[in-house]
């Protein structure tokens, strides 16, 4: 094993995971450890990020994001647990054929779903189902960097079998003095009998939880009606939505109308627009498109594959480097300044202004 200071930090350029470990966390659940190849590289993210990975689940793989459960105060691996549902295609795959010694490409961390851009006070956590994983994240970062916080973490499950991380989650607040665990179960099993809080998401549930949840900064994950739920809950009873959180993957803004330069009437007739060209430099394809298209849907025009899951900016699966002319680019957090710095952008919400090269 290196020391930190003779390895580089990884990051989705250099795209391939290798599988370290498979634990089984509650029926269809499952924990994914990764490393990379020679475990050459550690890993630098927010606690509460995602990442997107390709999975070999059809003929043509399919693109798959995946909160991370680990914490980056533990640098040498990442781990994303992950719960199939019904009808799920990459995410059963994954449970049912990942095993240690397995690659994966991958694409990240990326979101801004995270205590560390949103830092505060105290913290409510508010998670259900496979919503519980940044909030584990997010636990396990404080528990080793700022043992003191004030969490109350509030977890909903249909069953007692079914609470992931129960055990762990547990022992930590049994070490952290501050750490207020919740968890609330709509029926006991015959094997499992639960003394604990019965019902679903309520006001009575939050307030019992965490009384003073007026005062504290809140994350929720969860099944969309589960997140829903809790906003009306909250904004109902005079919290300050500017102090809710939500992990979500669904577009944050529309799309700005593309400026396209006007001609005085005068000179109307002398000028022309110049028509969006994206040219593609390592598969050496033009493609000539509208004002409208991205450069993800000139990409497809033309043949030619970039990766891409949640197409509005959010994933960051779908960054390719600008090498010359201007896009227009509205993403939804799935970059970092650096990187625009650099040239990259985000192929799926950047609007081609005129000609444009692009690494791909």
Same mark, same amino acid.
């Given at each position: 094993?290196?020391?930190? #200071?003779?390895?580089?930090?990884?990051?989705? $350029?250099?795209?391939?995971?290798?599988?370290?470990?498979?634990?089984?966390?509650?029926? #269809?659940?499952?924990?994914?450890?990764?490393r990379t190849p020679e475990n050459n590289n550690w890993f630098r993210y927010m606690p509460?990020?995602?990442?997107?990975?390709?999975?070999?689940?059809?003929?043509?793989?399919?693109?798959?994001?995946?909160?991370?459960?680990?914490?980056?105060?533990?640098?040498?691996?990442?781990?994303?647990?992950?719960?199939?549902?019904?009808?799920?295609?990459?995410?059963?795959?994954?449970?049912?054929?990942?095993?240690?010694?397995?690659?994966?490409?991958?694409?990240?961390?990326?979101?801004?779903?995270?205590?560390?851009?949103?830092?505060?006070?105290?913290?409510?956590?508010?998670?259900?189902?496979?919503?519980?994983?940044?909030?584990?994240?997010?636990?396990?970062?404080?528990? %080793?960097?700022?043992? %003191?916080?004030?969490?109350?973490?509030?977890?909903?499950?249909?069953?007692?079998?079914?609470?992931?991380? $129960?055990?762990?989650?547990?022992?930590?607040?049994s070490r952290m003095d501050n750490l207020r665990l919740q968890l609330v179960v709509e029926?006991?099993?015959?094997?499992?009998?639960?003394?604990?809080?019965?019902?679903?998401?309520?006001?009575?549930?939050?307030?019992?939880?965490?009384?003073?949840?007026?005062? $504290?900064?809140?994350?929720?994950?969860?099944?969309?009606?589960?997140?829903?739920?809790?906003?009306?809950?909250?904004?109902?009873?005079?919290?300050?939505?500017?102090?809710?959180?939500?992990?979500?993957?669904?577009?944050?803004?529309?799309?700005?109308?593309?400026?396209?330069?006007?001609?005085?009437?005068?000179?109307?007739? #002398?000028?022309?627009?110049?028509?969006?060209?994206?040219?593609?430099?390592?598969?050496?394809?033009?493609?000539?498109?509208?004002?409208?298209?991205?450069?993800?849907?000139?990409? $497809?025009?033309?043949?030619?594959?970039?990766?891409?899951a949640c197409e509005f900016g959010v994933c960051g699966t779908c960054k390719v480097k600008?090498?010359?002319?201007?896009?227009?680019?509205?993403?939804?957090?799935?970059?970092?300044? #650096?990187?625009?710095?650099?040239?990259?952008?985000?192929?799926?919400?950047?609007?081609?202004?005129?000609?444009?090269?692009?690494?791909?």
């Amino acid at each position: 094993m290196k020391y930190l #200071d003779e390895m580089l930090p990884w990051n989705d $350029r250099l795209q391939v995971l290798e599988c370290d470990a498979a634990i089984e966390e509650a029926p #269809d659940v499952m924990t994914f450890s990764f490393r990379t190849p020679e475990n050459n590289n550690w890993f630098r993210y927010m606690p509460g990020q995602f990442i997107t990975i390709e999975i070999p689940a059809t003929p043509e793989p399919v693109m798959r994001t995946y909160t991370l459960s680990s914490t980056p105060s533990r640098p040498y691996s990442v781990s994303i647990t992950i719960k199939a549902q019904v009808g799920s295609i990459g995410t059963r795959w994954m449970l049912d054929n990942m095993r240690p010694g397995m690659q994966l490409k991958a694409f990240g961390p990326a979101g801004d779903f995270s205590l560390v851009s949103h830092p505060g006070k105290k913290y409510l956590f508010i998670s259900a189902g496979s919503g519980i994983t940044p909030m584990m994240s997010m636990t396990r970062f404080l528990y %080793d960097t700022q043992p %003191d916080s004030d969490v109350v973490f509030l977890n909903c499950a249909r069953s007692p079998d079914e609470i992931i991380f $129960r055990k762990e989650l547990e022992l930590l607040a049994s070490r952290m003095d501050n750490l207020r665990l919740q968890l609330v179960v709509e029926r006991s099993i015959a094997r499992n009998v639960w003394s604990g809080v019965h019902g679903r998401i309520s006001h009575s549930v939050i307030d019992i939880s965490a009384p003073d949840f007026r005062d $504290r900064t809140v994350f929720c994950c969860g099944p969309e009606p589960f997140m829903r739920a809790v906003r009306e809950m909250l904004e109902a009873n005079g919290f300050n939505m500017d102090n809710y959180h939500q992990e979500s993957f669904q577009p944050a803004s529309e799309t700005p109308a593309i400026p396209v330069p006007a001609a005085t009437d005068a000179a109307a007739s #002398d000028v022309e627009t110049e028509a969006p060209v994206v040219v593609f430099t390592l598969s050496g394809m033009e493609v000539q498109c509208s004002p409208t298209d991205t450069v993800l849907l000139a990409a $497809r025009n033309g043949g030619l594959k970039i990766p891409s899951a949640c197409e509005f900016g959010v994933c960051g699966t779908c960054k390719v480097k600008c090498l010359s002319g201007e896009t227009s680019m509205n993403h939804n957090g799935g970059i970092r300044d #650096d990187e625009i710095e650099e040239g990259y952008i985000l192929a799926c919400c950047s609007h081609p202004l005129g000609r444009v090269e692009i690494e791909a």
